[in-house]
Nanobody, 127 residues
Framework: QLQLVESGGGLVQPGGSLRLSCASS????????IGWFRQAPGKEREGVSC????????IYANSMKGRFTISRDYAKNTVYLQMNNLKPEDTAIYYC????????????????????WGQGTQVTVSS
């Protein structure tokens, strides 16, 4: 299967935490880099974080550094995004995506060039 399925979104108060999951297959995790993106209403989709197919390359958008942590569980074929100290401006639909590349490092490419996408999960940060 070459599907990506996100889960874990919800409503949380400012300062709270959520952990998003991106479930896939071993085939995807072995050959694809996995990225998290988000899209707020009326805004362009933006990159949040990426973990490479080997796990050796991880990147974060500047506004997420120190608050978000990406990780992968090979046994569960799942990539996680732990989000702490959430702010109202983090409210968005969060998507995971997969990109196949020969390079072993996370790519710095526009979101439209990613190959496969999940359906998204809503994160709302509000008091």
């Amino acid at each position: 299967q070459l599907q990506l399925v996100e889960s874990g979104g919800g409503l949380v108060q400012p300062g709270g935490s959520l952990r998003l999951s991106c479930a896939s297959s071993r085939l995807i995790l072995d050959y694809y880099h996995i990225g998290w993106f988000r899209q707020a209403p009326g805004k362009e989709r933006e990159g949040v974080s990426c973990i490479s197919k080997t796990g050796g390359s991880i990147i974060y958008a500047n506004s997420m550094k120190g608050r978000f942590t990406i990780s992968r569980d090979y046994a569960k074929n799942t990539v996680y995004l732990q989000m702490n100290n959430l702010k109202p401006e983090d409210t968005a639909i969060y998507y995971c995506a997969a990109k196949m590349m020969y390079d072993s490092n996370c790519p710095n490419i526009p979101w439209r060039q990613w190959d496969r996408w999940g359906q998204g999960t809503q994160v709302t940060v509000s008091s």
